[in-house]
């Protein structure tokens, strides 16, 4: 019961902060993007891994793979804008975004791999 009620407020809690995100962006831009970019999910990820494991060097490890993972997943936002100024429909630009960004994911994960950089 205690489990169920803890994945509850997890699932409450996440669903909650992409509402509002969204909610804010129909209002204002700028407050929308600034709100989304806090790393909230980074943040809210670490708590419910402390919370549910108190191993903190879980949590180091989790904060390390997160902070390799910035650059390439930049390639999302930067491939999307590109992509939509040149007039390609939002889900083709989309779509194209994430395959690329996976891509990136891939690249990052095995130069990181060669170099013997252990995340």
């Keep these: 019961m205690l489990v169920t009620f803890h994945y509850f407020i997890k699932v409450f809690i996440s669903s909650?902060?992409?509402?509002?995100?969204?909610?804010?962006a129909k209002r204002d831009n700028l407050l929308g993007g600034l709100v989304a970019s806090i790393p909230i999910v980074s943040v809210l990820s670490m708590i419910w891994l402390y919370i549910d494991t108190n191993d903190i060097d879980k949590v180091k490890a989790l904060a390390n793979g997160i902070l390799w993972m910035i650059f390439p997943s930049m390639s999302l936002f930067i491939v999307l804008l590109i992509l939509i100024n040149c007039g390609i429909k939002f889900y083709l630009s989309l779509t194209i975004s994430i395959l690329t960004t996976m891509v990136c994911y891939l690249l990052t994960i095995s130069?990181?791999?060669?170099?013997?950089?252990?995340?």
């Design 111 to 119: 130069v990181m791999n060669y170099f013997g950089f252990k995340v």
């Design 16 to 24: 909650a902060i992409i509402v509002l995100v969204s909610e804010i």
